[in-house]
């Protein structure tokens, strides 16, 4: 399921970096994708450590964060398209859960 979750984040990600950032290079794109998502997992893994247990459910705001400043820099987009980004992903990925929880159910 982790593998499944982490191919899913990559689409996702790929998607609307290459989108919003207007990238022909799809080379380009998803190397800086796969570079955000491993930014990303290094991130929640460490708020999952610290914050864990009742902080739990803020890990995924700390998690947007983490995106906005690796898309910024990483991508070198500027801060409304990092935004943008940001919305999406979060937007669709509580879409997804949604889905997720409603088949699992």
Known sequence: MLALGTI???S????????YT????SAESLRETW????????VRLLSHLILGGILGPFTF???LVAL???TEKICETSRKVSL????WYFLISVFLGLVFRLFAS
């Open 8 to 10: 899913i984040n990559v």
């Open 68 to 70: 906005y400043f690796l």
């Open 84 to 87: 943008k980004i940001c919305l």
């Open 22 to 25: 207007r990238s022909t290079n």
């Open 35 to 42: 570079i955000v998502v491993i930014g990303m997992t290094i």
């Open 61 to 63: 705001f700390i998690e």
């Open 12 to 19: 996702i990600l790929w998607f609307l970096i290459t989108l």
